[in-house]
């Protein structure tokens, strides 16, 4: 990740964390003066995502170094390292949210008496957290896709769900004073399923950037046209990319006329080579080989 790139991240994950704090606190104080443990859980979800935005942080930073001798091709894939740390964080909230939504209601444990005289603040503490996390998440997703950072978009899904949290902590309570506490663990057990697939997703997108797995067929078919549209090149043999963390490799043999001289070849070659990586922003390097247009494959 370039530097312009990094302080974008950084200062997404900054704003990030500030947000959290100040969340977490008053969804914390709302829940201990309702008494209620929808709220306290909630406000016990948003410090979790302090820390998911931390691993988001150090995912990061270790991204951005520069190669060394240990790690000659960069250190891009750390970040995705960052969001499969992230996918299982999410995985195991929704586990534990789903879980004690089970236990509540083979237990009948519902507490309808603990939702007190503030229950209308820990309904607006719902309803604040709802809105603010919602609009980190779209903050977040912002920057994730400016600077291609998994990391950080698994953060943003990380603020979608304690938003989503905060959405059976709002049916829960509201729920307690209309008289239906167990809406409160069935509406945790529904935002459980959707937190599950969301973490799941999360880790098979970071696995396929640290398994070579190739770019979209459309971004595979544009490099092609730009290949082709180079002077002097005949054809393509082959063109394989592979994603290396957020950036790309590209390989591609094309074909040019038997007769050139190897200076005017490797010309050619340096001009689709230059042409890829201009393009192509997120190409961090592509080699190019060049083969005679009459050759058999």
Not at 173 to 184: H, K, M, N, S, Y
Not at 188 to 205: D, H, P, R, V
Request: aromatic share 6%; with cysteine.
């Amino acid at each position: 990740m370039n530097q312009p790139n990094k302080q974008i991240a950084m200062r997404a994950a900054r704003n990030s964390i500030i947000i959290n704090i100040g969340l977490s606190a008053f969804k914390l104080v709302a829940g201990i003066l309702a008494q209620s443990t929808a709220m306290i859980s909630d406000a016990a979800h948003s410090i979790a995502d302090l820390f998911s935005t931390v691993i988001a942080i150090i995912g990061v930073k270790l991204a951005s170094k520069q190669p060394d001798k240990d790690h000659p091709y960069g250190h891009e894939r750390f970040e995705c390292v960052a969001a499969i740390v992230l996918a299982a964080l999410v995985l195991s909230t929704g586990i534990g949210i789903g879980w004690a939504g089970i236990q509540r209601i083979l237990t009948s444990d519902f507490h309808v008496e603990e939702i007190a005289a503030f229950g209308v603040l820990a309904l607006v503490a719902a309803l604040v957290s709802i809105a603010v996390k919602e609009g980190v998440y779209w903050y977040m997703r912002a920057a994730a896709k400016k600077v291609d950072s998994s990391a950080l978009m698994a953060d943003a899904w990380h603020s979608r769900l304690d938003g989503i949290t905060s959405i059976g902590s709002f049916i829960g309570i509201f729920g307690a004073l209309l008289g239906f506490p167990i809406l409160d663990p069935i509406a945790a057990i529904a935002i459980a399923f959707f937190i599950l697939k969301t973490a799941i997703s999360i880790f098979k997108e970071a696995v396929g950037k640290m398994t070579d797995k190739a770019c979209d067929d459309h971004i595979v078919q544009e490099m092609r046209q730009v290949i082709l549209a180079q002077e002097s090149v005949v054809g393509i043999d082959q063109l394989k990319t592979r994603l290396f963390g957020s950036r790309i490799y590209v390989d591609v043999g094309i074909c040019v006329d038997a007769t050139l001289t190897v200076h005017e070849a490797h010309g050619i070659a340096q001009h689709a080579h230059d042409a890829i990586e201009t393009q192509f922003p997120k190409v961090k390097h592509c080699m190019v080989h060049v083969n005679p247009a009459d050759h058999e494959n």
